[in-house]
Nanobody, 124 residues
């Protein structure tokens, strides 16, 4: 069993930055691929960024490419999402998710474990 706890969300002006963190419990975090998803009101949950278990491979949605960076520290059981040049359309609840495989997946139902979510609001 893995528990995920996100932090770092908040209100920021357009053009600003936020860093989300997701702390995982358990000793097998290094065996999990991780993803950051987001869900805006009335929209489906979408994968924003993914990272493989060793941190050597990453994925970004086209909408955030060049602005967001996903990283992980397996010694600290933590995955991060650095978000720069934020836009109002980035406003959503952001979730971290984990799956006990080497590689991430694009679909939410591929992930076994989820955090509670953290709100990110970008004002114009």
């Amino acid at each position: 069993q893995v528990q995920l706890v996100e932090s770092g969300g908040g209100l920021v002006q357009a053009g600003g930055s936020l860093r989300l963190s997701c702390a995982a419990s358990g000793r097998t975090f290094r065996n999990y691929a991780m993803g950051w998803f987001r869900q805006a009101p009335g929209k489906e949950r979408e994968l924003v960024a993914g990272i493989n278990s060793s941190g050597t491979s990453t994925y970004y949605a086209n909408s955030v490419k060049g602005r967001f960076t996903i990283s992980r520290d397996n010694a600290k059981n933590t995955v991060y999402l650095q978000m720069n040049s934020l836009k109002p359309e980035d406003t959503a609840v952001y979730y971290c998710a984990g799956r006990p495989y080497t590689y991430y997946g694009a679909e939410a139902d591929l992930y076994n474990y989820w955090g509670q979510g953290t709100q990110v609001t970008v004002s114009s």
